[in-house]
């Protein structure tokens, strides 16, 4: 840029400090949500990656059991018969912490003279374990070395003995060690970690003779790796597959894609926001120097040359505002992190490694969105400035009488535009993408229309505030007047509101919705299951208790479920939950059904199964008849009847329901999750909670909940997953308050003049006062106005569309009239606060130096 | 000190006043010990050279502005104890100000702006329309009661200011420069208005100008020079 413009540009900024302050602020918050989101999402694949790394940073492989372990022979034939190296065998599962309020960990045994181990020398995680330590591992039954982050969480020290649980049962382990390693990246791996000899995991999971997993490095680039691949495959019996660390990633990636998207598409939205806070400051600042920038034009300056002195303006703040964003974002993203990892835990899978990493591309990505974001903002501005005729430097005035005169047109665009979302919605497709797309669509066709909406309700409230004077005719008219300005404050609080509004909706429908379904589907009257119950965990309650429940004086019936974590080729993640009658069909709401719920048990004795709302929805299955689904059992494969289809709110991989007695002729496992008791006199459900609790004290880790306490559990975890909506659902409010803030400041401070002419013809400060805020009320009210359907319509499609093609969950809209008070409060409220400054110094102004002329 | 509603003779008095501003951590005298009285209906051209102070002692006058030292009477209202809720009020009903560059309300109809300083007060309604109305008539501008701003020429802007000037009938008229932005002909006529008016209605009215018209059409002369405040007879 030419340097006297150069020297102009910065002696504006110096001398608007706080705009330029503002304008910072407002861009590194859009900047560091999108950061923190980012590094939030990117860790959770990350730590879901390192997991699958504590034996070797460079497995590429993994086999697996599709819904169970598996037998130990088959790791001895891969190495014996197929002469494979560079493998090592896994048995683990997940245990909780009581000391640490029952927090998951993962229990993990391997041979430690399994040639994997050691497959990658120095940067092995395991490369610091000493001979002593390895010997004293699988010499010492119960021995385990704990990661470095457990023994701080837990204050536990070598020598001491850790108790966890797992199922029903307390497993005391002796910790002889604790896992570190310098390096960084490695150490991060070993999070959330209990590390044993394999067989002493076999013996205190449970799973003597079997493996959880084998891990391997196969290079399928070479001739020898993939037919190396092959062998395997040959080899491996059904229900045991080879899976590649890339397909797993891309599983568990796909499986929380949706998740993330939505938060990430909730960063864009503050992104969104805070481009209505850069437009409107840089166009402030535009107008501020309509003179300088006249003379410029004058004396040489070409359009050009004012555009580029615009632009880089932008450009310069765009990428302070940027790295500030970033360093805010890398700070907001360690509590985001948290909070995106426990709803990934709650709806998922379990993530016992806690990563935290800032990968050059997030830095890049908030870089490339606060500085693009502030020249696309800057654009219309920069257009204006560069269009200041020399001589007759077009005013303020004629530019609003041209913005007037276009909003019209804008109102049209914005009405295409709208209609263009709406077909996008209502294509069919089941692209998530897509569907944020609209909304991105329909929010600025909604924007595009705010100027002629503002512009006629302000026309009736002139109507309606006539009888206040002047002022209350007045005020509705300098709204007009400034639409440019007042239009584009108005749409960025609008947008900022609706998305509060429609989220509010969504999560209120949601929940609502979940209430009804728990009211529906929790039937029994109380309910035992093991405390802290991890989602991916296969482990079960004693089967022993399910005889002791029944002979408990006052239970009348016992319903059992049993869920599995199952892996198919097929169908990908789901959990498989084998209910007895009690919790098969009474009292569920069903999408679909082929026949009435008698008729439905009995075929569910035989062949028929019944599927969750997001299972059918994941797996394209229409719900109708004449649909099957081929699992993997313990029999072989075998082919099952989908007979049902119905709403389900649990676990976002989906449920598939299968009878008990089916379940258990064609699983071998006699393994209990859960039990349903009914109890045979309404009036005694404490009674006979206590009875259970007394009765049942001598098994660990054990809840025996009555069904209200259980509603109120599950409604908790329910509140807990959207925590991080609603964090960023806040921050999104607060980009929208220095928007508006930043706007409306700038706008009463430009009209200092003009009050200064009020002050001077007799209008006392608080009469100025009262009408700086009757105008930013009316438009806090405009805005919160505005909100309401377009809220309404937004949560329309995150209920209807997006939440659905997210999860696969059909929820219930429902609404509530406090959602609009509060919308229109907070609009009324952050207006209002813009007018506090201004207000403050009309009071302090000097009036002849503000009625000075240009 | 209470406002008084009376209207009394002397309409003005001016007691040692001075005002000086700091530039640059340099103290600027721009009035010293000015003194001067006016009678009701006086007109008076003020005269100096760009920076002397005139608007300064207008704005002292009109109580926009405070002096450092002396006494300023508007009828037998001494301006210097009063707080600024009353100096404004002061403004309002007893001081009409004209200004170089209008200054209306763009958001206004004519009628509006000039109706805007009774309706501060509280007053609304067809007494305050029938007011403005016929003012706006008398400055001819019967014909343009709801057009806006934005729509007038110079001179009709400056028309209206006068009539806003006028709706309160206030005791003294401030006219700072009111045809510095006009050309020739419509200065003219903006001078006559301005005098017919003060004349019809014994009006006091202190013109800040360059004009000669009206140095020949004042009572009383009056220059700023050095911070000083030189009388001298008009041409008149």
Known sequence: MNYPLLHVSIGYIKKHLLQSILLLIGIAFSVALIVSVDIANQSASRSFSLSKEILSTKSTHHILGTYSDFDEEIYKSLKLKLGLKNLAPIVEDYVNIAELDGRAVKLLGTDFFADLIFHDGQNSPLSNLTQNTLTELIAKPGAALVSSDIAQSAGIKIGETLNVTYGSETLSIEIIGVLDSQNDELSKSLGGLLLTDISTAQELLGKVGLLSQIDLVIDEETPEGLSALQSIRDYLPAGVEVKSKDLLLGSAKSLTRSFELNLTALSLLALFVGVFLIYNIVSFSVIQRRSIIGTLRSIGATRRQIFKMIMAEALAIGFIGSLIGIAGGVLLGRSIVGLVTRSINDLYFTLTVSNFS?????????????????????LVPAYEASSFRPINILRRSSFESFFLKSIKLFGLIGVIVIALGYVLIILPTK????????????????SLLVPISTTLLMKLFSLILSPMGLIGRMSPRNIIRSASRTAVAIASLTVAISVILSVSIMIGSFR????????????????ISMDSPNISSQAGLNPKILDEVINTSGVDRVATVRRISYNSPGYGLFNLVAVTKALATENREFIWKEMDNEQLWDQMQHNSILISESFAYRNNIEPGPAKTIELQTDQGLKEFDVSGVYYDYGAQTGVLLISDDLYRSLWQDDKITSLGVYVSNIDHIDKTVRELRTKLSKYSNLVIRSNDNLKQSAIKTFDRTFTVTSALRILIAIVAFISVLSSLMALQLEREREFGVFRAIGMTVSQLRGMIFLENGLIGLASGLFSIPLGVALSLILIYVINLRSFGWTLNFSIEPRYFIEAIGIALIASIAAGIYPAYLIGKEDVGKLIREE | MPIENSKVPISLRLKNLSKCYSEAGRKIEILDNVNAELNQGD?????????CGKTTLLNLISGIDRADSGEIWIGN???????????TLIRRNRVGIVFQFFNLIPTLSVIENVSLPRELNGSQGANVSSNAKELLIRVGLGDRLNSYPDVLSGGEQQRVAIARALINDPDLILADEPTGNLDDDTAKEILELLLSVARDRG????????????INFADKLYTIHSGNLIPGQSGS
């Not at chain 1, 692209?431 to 909604?446: K, P, R, T």
């Not at chain 1, 009804?516 to 029994?524: R, V």
């Open chain 1, 431 to 446: 692209s998530l993408v897509l569907s944020l797309i609209s909304v991105f669509l329909i929010l600025f066709g909604a």
């Open chain 1, 512 to 527: 609502s919705t979940v209430v009804n379904w728990l009211d529906s589907t929790l039937t029994a009257d109380i309910f």
């Open chain 2, 203 to 214: 009006k006091t009215m202190i013109v800040a100008t360059h004009s000669s018209e009206i």
């Open chain 1, 358 to 378: 800032v990968s050059p591309e997030t830095i890049i990505k908030g870089l490339l969105a606060g500085i693009l974001a502030a020249l696309f903002a800057a």
């Open chain 2, 43 to 51: 007109v008076v051209a003020l005269i100096g050279k760009s920076g």
């Open chain 2, 77 to 87: 209202t001494l301006l210097n104890n009063l707080s600024e809720e009353e100096l």
